[in-house]
């Protein structure tokens, strides 16, 4: 029976991060999968030596007829979604645990950091803000004595910078081997994290200037979608932190003590984009208290005036309730209505309403209600 790896494409919090998975019950290791294989894979291939540096293209026959070199090591980098005959191929040829290989697969883990004896596996998130949308992509990350591989599902290139950066410090590689060629893609990932919370921030402030002007069911919705995607980065950053620190406990033998100031600043970048994601989480649960005071404000005000205009028509609405009684004058009476006869009744009847109303005016603004 074959193994099926169901695809979720989900809406809201999670429709930035898609999820990959097998069915539950299916044997751990599995990577049979029946997807649709809609990206292109293409896996480039770095050698490092003291000969110089060679690049090239490989296809998925010399992927499975590559071997690791005697002297230096190598760089293997995959863009796209692998499918499963060139893992399979990996984990033949550098001796990667078939464990390492299905999380490859399953797309959506959480960040971390596995120790297979002489290899060690990292599992990372990319952040992208794409239309104003935040977007998170999942990197694999295997270290070997002489290897690294990098694994992006994703359609663009990440990790194209760490290749030009590569013609003007070739030495820096060499010297430094596979471990510190890993810290420099971990803290390519870590430093995209910057641009992503600055976009957020100018977002926070935009959003807290619209609710200051005028509040609507627009608004809140912003400032719930906020929530959501600093709900999403924090989700990211606490496991990856998580992850470096034990990069920074490692003792075995991929990682010389040399390389651990490098990946140590790579984790206060960490621990510094935390502080950041909690700030912007604080000013944002503000942003509900500002948005709960506007719409207090703008009810209190409109309350203030409904109840200001009611008290002014109170008392004209007793005079013209008065002279609305329509009584006929009856001379033998002395509580009768001469006003009816008067000359110029209606235009002092109307002249008392003014004064009434204008008179409350000036008492309600001397009174500071207005």
């Not at 494409?9 to 429709?15: E, I, K, L, Q, V």
Request: with cysteine; hydrophobic share 40%.
């Amino acid at each position: 029976m074959k193994s099926i790896i169901h695809r979720r494409s989900r809406n809201g919090a999670h429709r930035c991060h898609e999820k990959r998975y097998h069915p539950p019950g299916t044997p751990p290791g599995t990577l049979q999968r029946v997807i649709e294989e809609t990206s292109i894979v293409q896996c480039r291939i770095i050698s490092f030596d003291e000969h110089g540096l060679r690049k090239r293209v490989v296809d998925e026959e010399e992927l499975q007829a590559l071997t690791l070199p005697d002297e230096g090591f190598i760089w293997l980098d995959i863009t796209g979604t692998p499918r499963a005959s060139q893992l399979t191929a990996l984990g033949v040829n550098f001796d990667i645990h078939h464990l390492a290989l299905e999380d490859v697969v399953n797309q959506g883990q959480r960040p971390k950091l596995d120790d297979y004896n002489d290899r060690l596996f990292a599992i990372l998130t990319r952040p992208q803000w794409r239309n104003h949308q935040l977007h998170l992509e999942q990197v694999n990350l295997f270290l070997g004595r002489n290897f690294v591989i990098s694994i992006s599902s994703t359609t663009d290139d990440p990790f194209a910078p760490v290749r030009l950066r590569l013609q003007e410090h070739y030495n820096s590689f060499v010297n430094g081997g596979a471990a510190y060629l890993l810290h420099v893609l971990i803290d390519l990932i870590i430093d995209e994290y910057f641009p992503v919370l600055d976009a957020l921030g100018e977002k926070i402030e935009l959003t807290e200037l619209e609710l200051l002007d005028h509040s609507d069911r627009d608004s809140i919705s912003s400032v719930h979608a906020l929530k959501r995607e600093l709900m999403l980065l924090r989700g990211q950053l606490w496991p990856t932190r998580a992850a470096l620190n034990q990069l920074l406990q490692y003792e075995g033998p991929l990682i010389e003590s040399l390389l651990v100031p490098y990946f140590k600043d790579v984790y206060d970048h960490s621990v510094y984009l935390i502080d950041l994601v909690e700030s912007y989480r604080d000013m944002t649960a503000s942003l509900l208290d500002v948005y709960l005071s506007s719409v207090s404000y703008r009810l209190n005000d409109i309350m203030r005036v409904l109840t200001i205009i009611s008290t002014i028509f109170i008392p004209l609405t007793f005079i013209t309730g008065v002279y609305g009684m329509n009584f006929v004058i009856n001379t033998a009476s002395p509580w009768a209505m001469p006003e009816m006869h008067w000359y110029y009744g209606y235009p002092l009847v109307w002249l008392l309403i003014i004064v009434v109303a204008v008179g409350m005016l000036l008492f309600f603004k001397r009174k500071r209600w207005l």
